[in-house]
């Protein structure tokens, strides 16, 4: 692209329609680029493509590159159409006339009379109808001279009905396949739907951020109060925040004092005091008391917006690993047809006849059925992803298994990941922590909730307080049992600021400083052996929090890590995921907060934490459901058993093909054989995949 290019160079964004792997990403991606003046990434998971192009052509120039090559292009609609349940009514269908069908196979009642009729009848529906997927997109695959996984599939389901066919009308009756058709159709719908699922929630992620912002607000105009919907809101408005509201947009605190609970959009357990002229957040929690923000940032410009972009622009910018058996159909299945021809011509050449000639070309088709390879990846990942349901373990799709086998670098968010993002009492009892605790119960602070609810587990019922103040950022007073008591900062109550990389609260009465109480969010009783078996998975742990460096280096130490990243935004934890990346190492990021979402969604894998918000568990690869940072190192270690299983599958299932295809084409191998070989292809990699039902 020339400099004039880059000047005028504009970007959309279009979604394509009509991929049914990763390789018809490749071919949209590679016809975008070879136009003049065009960078094109085309994205399989998210089924979207990011073009820049110079000002002489237009978007339709591009539709029509993209509809050349056999796909459709259109620009991406608010809600995008759910292919799932038309899959899902070719499934359903399939697999309702495929048992009776595989039954009627094992009787003899089936090898004659009306049985092979009565097969025929019901293979129909699933091999023309039920496998019109397929067929319909080698189709387009034959046009434009290519193959994928989609030309192996249509070629073994007709191959079978053919010699099926042949053999009923002109043959004998016992070389039917209409099963085996049937069978593979079935089984790949299970595992296509499986992915359209897996796919569609992609970018759920974006749609939970947006979520989490408030969705009405009250206006404050001429006195009155007034509420009314978010859209209604413009920079420069006033609106009021009650105790317990979300903050409606990002602003600046105009009147008013509290404490504002910002952990998940920042990571900081600690709740933020804020008071006039302070900014404050969208989307973060008012814990205390009233406050007046005048609107300073609305809609898209707010900062919860700028983190869904982060999530759009890091999910958009991930590599998706090809299937191994698209990559090798590219090959295989010309040289499939190309075998069977040169059988048939052969024999024919050779003198035979031209049932000979034609049984053993369409053995050799048989043969390269691609049941076993249909089979290979969705038993496996049905099995897998089902015992990880057991264990709490949610796995989103293939394409995630890949990555697990790379990663060398855990990064573990600390707020709600490894620890339990609770304040809590760590120190401190006695008469102080009593009548701490009784001031404290008057009071909505979170560490003033943390200390109330010590003295009430620790004393019972607590004396009842009067007299009661808050003063915003400092501390709380009042009278107990005639005392006068004060709870808060050093210099508030009295005393020294004490060194810790806790929370300390300063306790006096009477005007004497009586102790000193300790509140600090504390490592969850798991998080130590879980960092363990990290490490005995060979990977690195590295903290990253936006809490405080001498918070984060204690956390660390007490779980067992050496690396600590603190004090760091969203936006800086992506930054460190990519900084770490740079660095040459394979990255897997475990979280659980909105602030965490981006940077799941940068790494290479991403492990969400189930017990924490909606946009981390729509961004990560992997859902941890438990809770507990032990379900990290499981899932790990149950995606590259999972993986293994695949390749394993898919070995054997190349294996039973290329071993027999020399016997078919040799005439040595009768479609009757074919056949039962890929019967016992397709035992094996379903029986090799059940032994994940054993995974501990």
């Known amino acids: 692209m020339s400099p ?7 970007r959309v964004e279009l979604a394509i329609g009509g991929m049914t792997c990763a390789s018809c990403a490749a071919r949209v991606e590679r016809k975008l680029n070879k136009v003049g003046g065009v960078t094109a990434t085309v994205n399989y998971a998210t089924e979207k493509a990011q073009v820049s192009y110079p000002s002489e052509l237009t978007v339709d120039d591009l539709k029509a590159v993209v509809e050349a090559a056999g796909y459709s292009a ?15 009514k070719h499934l359903l269908l399939s697999a309702a006339l495929t048992l009776p ?4 196979a094992m009787v003899p009642a089936g090898h004659s009379g009306a049985g092979p009729w009565v097969a025929l009848g019901l293979a129909a529906p699933v091999v023309t109808w039920g496998a019109w997927p397929f067929h319909r997109a080698a189709a387009v695959n034959l046009r434009h001279a290519t193959a994928t996984m989609d030309t192996l599939i249509s070629l073994g389901v007709v191959a079978s009905v053919a010699w099926s066919l042949y053999a009923l009308l002109f043959g004998t009756d016992d070389s039917l396949y209409f099963e085996v058709a049937a069978a593979v159709t079935t089984f790949i719908l299970a595992g296509r739907a499986f992915e359209a699922r897996s796919k569609r929630r992609a970018g759920a992620a974006i749609r939970a951020l947006l979520d989490l912002g408030a969705k009405d607000v009250t206006l404050l105009r001429d006195g009155e109060e007034r509420l009314v919907p978010i859209a209604e809101l413009h920079p420069g408005d006033i609106f009021v925040v009650r105790p317990g509201e979300k903050i409606a947009t990002d602003g600046v605190v105009a009147e008013g004092g509290s404490a504002v609970d910002t952990s998940m959009l920042t990571g900081e357990s600690v709740p933020v005091e804020v008071g006039p002229g302070d900014a404050v957040t969208g989307a973060t929690v008012n814990a205390g008391g009233r406050l007046l923000v005048r609107a300073t940032r609305v809609g898209a410009d707010t900062r919860l917006a700028q983190m869904a972009r982060l999530v759009e622009a890091a999910q958009t910018g991930k590599a998706e690993v090809q299937r191994l058996a698209d990559r090798v159909s590219a090959v295989f299945v010309p040289a499939v047809v190309l075998a069977a021809l040169a059988t048939l011509v052969a024999w024919l050449a050779a003198g035979g006849s031209s049932e000979q000639a034609f049984t053993a070309a369409v053995a050799v088709l048989i043969i390269a059925c691609p049941c076993a390879l249909g089979l290979a990846t969705p038993t496996a990942l049905l099995v897998g992803t089902g015992r990880g349901a057991q264990l709490g373990i949610l796995i989103k799709g293939p394409e995630v298994l890949e990555s697990t086998r790379r990663i060398d670098t855990v990064v573990l968010d600390k707020t709600g990941t490894v620890t339990t993002g609770r304040m809590t009492l760590v120190e401190g009892d006695g008469e102080v922590l009593r009548l701490a605790g009784a001031v404290e119960a008057a009071s909505e602070h979170p560490i003033g909730r943390a200390i109330a609810d010590a003295a009430k587990q620790r004393f019972g019922p607590l004396p009842a307080v009067t007299d009661f103040r808050s003063t915003a950022g400092l501390g709380v007073e009042g009278v107990v049992e005639g005392h006068a008591v ?30 000193v109480l300790v509140v600090a969010d504390t490592l969850k009783p798991t998080s130590a052996r879980a960092v363990a078996e990290l490490r005995e998975l060979g990977l690195t742990p590295v903290l990253l929090t936006g809490d405080n460096a001498g918070t984060a280096r204690a956390i660390a130490a007490e779980a067992g890590i050496g ?15 990519k900084r770490l990346q740079a660095e040459g190492r394979v990255v897997a990021m475990v979280g659980d907060g909105v602030n965490d979402a981006a940077a799941l969604a940068q790494a290479d894998l991403g492990l969400a934490m189930g017990t924490g918000a909606d946009a ?13 940072l032990r379900a990290a190192a499981d899932a ?20 039973y093909n290329v071993a027999a295809l020399p016997l078919a084409a040799l005439g040595l191998l009768d479609p009757m054989i074919a056949g039962a070989a890929m019967a016992c292809s397709s035992a094996f990699v379903v029986s090799n995949s059940l032994r994940l039902r054993r995974f501990r």
């Open 4 to 10: 004039a290019d880059v000047t005028t160079a504009t």
């Open 74 to 88: 259109r620009l991406p609609e608010p809600e995008q159409p759910d292919d799932t349940p038309a899959l899902r």
């Open 101 to 104: 069908l595989i039954v009627l």
């Open 486 to 515: 004060t709870v808060g900062r050093a210099g508030f109550a009295g005393g020294e600021a004490v060194e810790t990389a806790a929370t300390t609260v300063t306790v006096a009465w009477d005007g004497e400083v009586r102790g």
């Open 563 to 577: 690396e600590v990243v603190a004090e760091v935004l969203p936006e800086g934890k992506v930054d460190v995921v």
């Open 616 to 628: 981390a568990i729509e961004a990560g690869d992997l859902t941890l459901v438990r809770g507990d």
């Open 636 to 655: 790990i270690r149950l995606a590259r058993r999972t993986l293994a299983t695949i390749k394993g599958n898919l070995f054997w299932a190349f294996a």
